[in-house]
């Protein structure tokens, strides 16, 4: 280029061509300087520190994507992960229109910013405006650094370029939603407009679309909590700079101007507070947890919980769970009421707690009785005192009734008949059966199951227990509880549900006999029934008050008490949990869902009309030891004498069950045999179709017995 311009000086004076040629090429010359200045200080600098922006606030959502529960970074920011999708579009008119009115054409850095503000610093003898784009306050943000000076300026348009190269528009106003400061440690226009509205930016008004745009340029002068007039004043400046650009009317402005700013900040949302907290704690590096959780049904059960346990008394706290049966879902989780009071140990999640079950066992152990076949809800079984051995078990109210049925006695939770029923079954019976169906109890060191578990004397969760109801509500089947989203969907994916078919809680037949039983159990005062089956609980001392119900679509578990194990006298699951989860099934806003109908196989029958085995309970030797049951007759426990049993067209499975006699076992129909292990109790059968079919097994003895039954469609 030296060599052209020596050139051009020894031919003399140039041509207009020529000048025009020097000038083009002095221009190139110029730019290519420009361009390899720029590209040197780009390289000086480093690479964007994208990394700044990805310490954000862990949030806890709800099934919805509705936010639960935030928790601050590291650093004690509140920053809340966003984008320009989830922001009410007038605060992005609003925001583009006040800040940088040509965001969207330069590429960082505005010239024409850059030149008015040039000319004004010449004209005033000061700075009057700022040449600073949304880009560069993004740069700022990234770099943590804020220099006035003219090098610093000059290092934010350097990292404003950089960034525009390297990131989308959309991504960078991602970034700075995110970053801007808001006063104190608010960052993030989502975190402010929760912490100065109550709310999520979706929708702002436009005068809180105006004072979240103005906070950023001078936050902590600024801010509505301790300097309201300035943050009026620095709204009203910014409704006037939309009304100049066209984006709000000045009808708009005016009305906005006549809005109150808020003078204090909002609490952040605190929805299933113990169930978020162990979320973050498990999953720590993960941004956004999302739980199965209902945010209405959530704040609902915790207004219940926080109301009631301040009706039963100082210190006391209660715990919910809403769960969907038919999917396993939980749809509320609320650990403790009153979360932030120390006097009710509110930061104790409940839900979790290993207490007394009280009498809420009680259901399962009658389900145990009706699969075995020794009980029917119409069988009659005395109510009077007894001793079992050491043990003599009262009733709560040390009143007994003489005979009764199996369905008064469940419904009116007598003890007596219980613990003669898992007198016969044995206790290792159910406690080996809850753990099979994934709910293994906790008993005291060293100690074997005795009959005082029929009454609560061994150890189970909320959650446990709700798992238990849970699979009753749902025909018997196991039915694990989830809170994350999607978890359910890859258990069926992993099989594991093929699988619970295999770990049963109780059979169809007999988990509706439970549930026709406590549809009909007394409801609280004031309340209808009927619409539910539910049972109570009180433990040993009144430490634990518990209640436990379903319909057909959602299970809720309730239980109250303190949260160190102190009793609290007259603390009953009728009184004070009962009338909870009444409430919390009023309080679902669903209409109610009805309860299954009777599957078939089921018995409909009056007590008179029962097989002779069936009427009375007592009259068969006791179950002895913990593994098949021994008698010393043999009989078929299931189907009894003379049932009629509904088979479907192509013809339903049929499990007969025998007891007692000596293995092994020979089953016949109509004189045939059939296959079956000889070395069970149990043979599954597959009837032909509708008609009568006699029934009969053989021992190895020789000992036998023979039913008739009718199979009907």
Known sequence: MLDLLQRWALRGRPTGTSTLALAALALVSIA???????????ASIGPVPLATADAISPIVVDRNGRLLRAFTTPQGRWRLPVSHAEIDERYLELLVAYEDRR?????????????????????????????STLTMQVARLLDQRHERT?????AQALRAIQLERQLSKHQILDLYLRLAPFGGNIEGVRAASL???GKEPQRLSIAEAALLVALPQSPEARRPDRHVAAARAARDKVLARGVEAGVISAAEAERAKSEAVPRRRQAFPMLAPHLAEAEVAAFPRLAVHRLTIDREVQSAMQALADERARLLGDKLTTAIIVADHTTGEVLAHVGASDYLDPSRNGAIDMTAAVRSPGSTLKPIIYG???????VHPETLIEDRPARFGAYAPENFEDTYRGTVSIREALGQSLNVPAVRVLDRLGPQHLVGRLARAGVPPQLPEGAEPNLAIALGGLGLTLTQLTELYAGLASGGGRLALSHRVGEGDQRRLSGDVAEDRHKRLLGPVAAWYVTDI??????PPNTKGGRIAYKTGTSYGYRDALAIGYDGRFVIAVWAGRADGAATPGLTGRTAAAPILFDAFGRLGEKSVPLAKAPRGAILASGADLPPPLRRFGR???????GPFIKETLAIAFPPD?????????GDAILLKAEGGKLPLTWLIDGEPIRSDPHRREVVWQPAGPGFAKLSVIDAAGSADRVTIRLRQ
């Open 518 to 523: 406590l549809k009909d159990a007394p409801p």
């Open 150 to 154: 003219a090098a610093g300026k000059l």
């Open 368 to 374: 145990l009785g009706f699969e075995a076949g020794v």
């Open 103 to 131: 965001y969207w054409q330069h590429h960082g850095v505005d010239p024409l910013a850059v030149a008015r503000a040039g000319a004004q610093l010449v004209r005033n003898g000061r700075v009057v405006s700022g040449a």
């Open 195 to 197: 912490a100065y509205f």
């Open 32 to 42: 290519l300087a420009g361009w390899l200045v720029l590209e040197r200080g780009l």
């Open 620 to 626: 068969l030797p006791a179950i002895v030891g913990t």
């Open 642 to 650: 003379r049932a009629e049993l509904e088979v479907a067209s192509d």
